[in-house]
């Protein structure tokens, strides 16, 4: 009985001063909409990294040029040029047991041209078994062979976007010649349309053998990276130590410390990714956490304030019979009550913005999903529930405080 | 009159009030003997600064005696905790006051059902009591309006259906007419002269001989002690027409 006269009367005081409670709450408000908006965008970007490196493939292993710390990412992830590996370590790690295909890769970025059509792709080159690696599938034509690889032969699988802003409706891809820098390229295959994977837009590239690539694309004879695919999933560790084994026998290295490669499975890699995006979002919500309190201290501001206004009031209510407790309950109603409003607006306002994250992401072209948890959401009620307590209650209880004959006296 | 046979609502004996001011220390109230018995229409007279506010706060428990002792229904008030003070604040007295202490923008009823939200009365129950004290005082018309809406006899017959609400042991009125014109003061005391005559208690504070006139009892304090207690054979009039001659 008591409460609920109590609650609303705590409501009708909020109301009487819309703006002041409005303003009361903004702390609240903003908190919130940083903690649902940070939530929301490293679960979109947990996702995201996550999609990307599963589109690489299932049981895949990178193998990059360079050594790394334990801790920290291979050199050549700077964009640090090291040549430490070559094909024939490809080949080489393509006979180990549990390995069902190795690709060696090389990269540029390059103008692609066809009659007087021009546009801008990546430039791959990669190995015969490159279709088994990845999830790339063939639409018309053919990839490839071992022979094309070790002729150094000048054939070309395009890409969904790359046939579409060259050729058009007007005509059959397959059969004609592009020209990278000076050489003209025929094109054996046109790619299925895939998106990105592992960040490379794969509908904007051109596939070429690596041999071709190394010599008469980019003048080299190093590998960018290889990747192998393992037969089963519990055979990747064994493999990951094969493949370091075989390196550092081919490449004369004694010790581990010595490596000018780096080995990772792609499932270690989501594992870290997923520890630091862990990791990050405990940082933002801590700081965030900061902003709720400043935010709470805004209430408790508001609310001394409102009781030196209201202390005729409390001495009124302690003449009519009211005790401590209903004293420190109606003034705890109001900053609880502002705290929930707060954090519900908070909660609206930071999924409308994680949403306009997501479209504009989608919109660039990534897949990138909007996540808004219960976990998020009762963590901001919960979080809106204490501030509202633990700032309301010095207040409340400085109004309970009063003595009635004082408060009444009060002008 | 009352039976000097019945219990007393009230006794106080020897009651003492000192209040502390860093080093300083003001004997608000020296001694104050008296019992009142129920039914009574008793005021309390003095100049300014003589005490008997400090007495009206003890009797109506929002104070307590330095020394002495003060029984209520036969219950030592001096023993009582700050919760069973407010219980009997809100259930044994209904307090008037001289600036009528309304809740700002809250209607009539809303103010006069507030101590009943401190009771564990029913929200049907306290609704009806609401209404029958408005009812009470005449201002069920008014029932919707916002205390600022109302005059200043409104406002304090509003305090006396406030005062009312709970069915009180007794009234304790603090200046009534102090801050209404004489017409009004004239209405507000024939209420109360008619809720004595139906048998309510009534103890008010006025520093006016001429208001102290219409209770039944006056006790005289002077300087923080009773210094008269006399007994009204005839009473003025209730309706306070010749306050307004």
């Known amino acids: 009985m008591i409460l609920s006269s109590t609650i609303k009367m705590g409501l009708k005081n909020l109301r009487a001063q819309k703006m002041r409670s409005f303003l009361t709450m903004l702390g609240i408000i903003i908190g919130i909409t940083s903690i649902i908006v940070i939530n929301s965008a490293i679960a979109g970007a947990e996702s995201l990294i996550t999609n990307q490196f599963s589109s690489i493939g299932p049981n895949i292993v990178g193998i990059l040029p360079g050594g790394s710390e334990d801790e920290g990412p291979p050199a050549a992830v700077m964009g640090i040029v090291i040549t430490s590996l070559k094909d024939e370590d490809t080949e080489a790690i393509r006979k180990l047991p549990h390995v069902e295909a190795a690709s060696s890769y090389v990269s540029s970025t390059e103008t692609i041209s066809w009659t007087n059509q021009k546009t801008t792709g990546s430039i791959y080159g990669v190995s015969p078994e490159f279709p088994k690696i990845s999830d790339t599938k063939i639409e018309s034509g053919g990839f490839f062979n071992i022979d094309d690889e070790k002729g150094y032969a000048n054939v070309a699988v395009i890409g969904k976007q790359i046939k579409d802003e060259l050729f058009g409706n007007f005509a059959d891809p397959l059969g004609q010649k592009i020209k990278i820098k000076k050489g003209k390229y025929l094109i054996i295959g046109v790619m299925e349309e895939q998106g990105t994977s592992g960040f490379v837009n794969m509908d904007n590239t051109v596939l070429v053998p690596v041999t071709t690539a190394q010599k008469k694309i980019l003048g080299i004879n190093h590998l960018g990276f290889i990747r192998a695919k393992v037969d089963k999933k519990e055979n990747i560790s064994r493999t990951v130590k094969d493949i370091e084994y075989l390196l550092r026998d081919r490449h004369n290295i004694d010790k581990k410390e010595g490596d000018d490669f780096t080995v990772t499975a792609v499932q270690d890699a989501l594992q870290a990714l997923t520890m630091i995006t862990t990791a990050l979002q405990f940082f933002l919500v801590a700081i965030v956490s900061i902003a709720l309190i400043v935010g709470g201290i805004g209430i408790m501001n508001i609310m001394l304030a409102s009781v030196t206004e209201r202390i005729k009031e409390i001495g009124l209510r302690k003449a009519v019979g009211a005790k401590k407790k209903h004293i420190v309950y109606q003034f705890l109603v109001e900053t609880i009550f502002l705290s929930f409003l707060g954090a519900i607006i908070g909660i609206v306002l930071g999924s409308l913005i994680s949403l306009i994250i997501a479209k504009v992401v989608n919109y660039l072209g990534y897949d990138w999903n909007l996540v808004i948890t219960a976990g998020s959401i009762i963590t901001s009620c919960l979080f809106a529930f204490v501030i509202g307590l633990a700032f309301g209650l010095y207040p409340a209880k400085k109004a309970a405080k009063f003595d009635p004959i004082e408060a009444l006296r009060y002008e | ?245």
């Open chain 2, 1 to 245: 009159m009352s039976n000097k046979k019945e219990k007393p609502l009230i006794k106080v004996e020897n009651l003492q009030r000192c209040f502390r001011t860093g080093e300083v220390e003001t004997l608000a109230l020296k001694k104050a003997d008296f019992s009142i018995f129920p039914g009574e229409f008793v005021a309390i007279m003095g100049p300014s600064g003589s005490g008997k506010s400090t007495l009206m706060h003890i009797i109506g428990f929002l104070d307590k005696a330095t020394k002495g002792k003060y029984v209520f229904k036969g219950k030592n008030v001096n023993k009582l905790s700050e919760d069973e003070l407010a219980d009997l604040r809100n259930q044994a007295v209904g307090f008037i006051f001289q600036s009528f202490n309304l809740l700002p923008r809250t209607t009539v009823f809303e103010n006069v059902r507030l101590p009943l939200m401190y009771s564990k009365k029913t929200n049907s129950k306290q609704k009806k009591l609401a209404e029958e004290a408005i009812k009470s005082v005449s201002l069920l018309h008014r029932r919707d309006y916002m205390s600022n809406q109302l005059s200043g006899g409104e406002k304090q017959r509003v305090a006396i259906a406030r005062a009312l609400v709970n069915e009180p042991d007794i009234i304790l009125a603090d200046e009534p007419t102090g801050n209404l014109d004489s017409k009004s003061g004239g209405q507000i005391m024939k209420i109360l002269q008619d809720l004595n005559e139906k048998g309510k208690t009534i103890i008010m504070v006025t520093h006016e001989q001429y208001t102290a006139e219409h209770a039944r009892r006056i006790i005289n304090i002077r300087d923080g002690s009773v210094f008269k207690d006399t007994r009204i054979k005839q009473r003025r009039i209730k309706d306070g027409q010749d306050l307004i001659k």
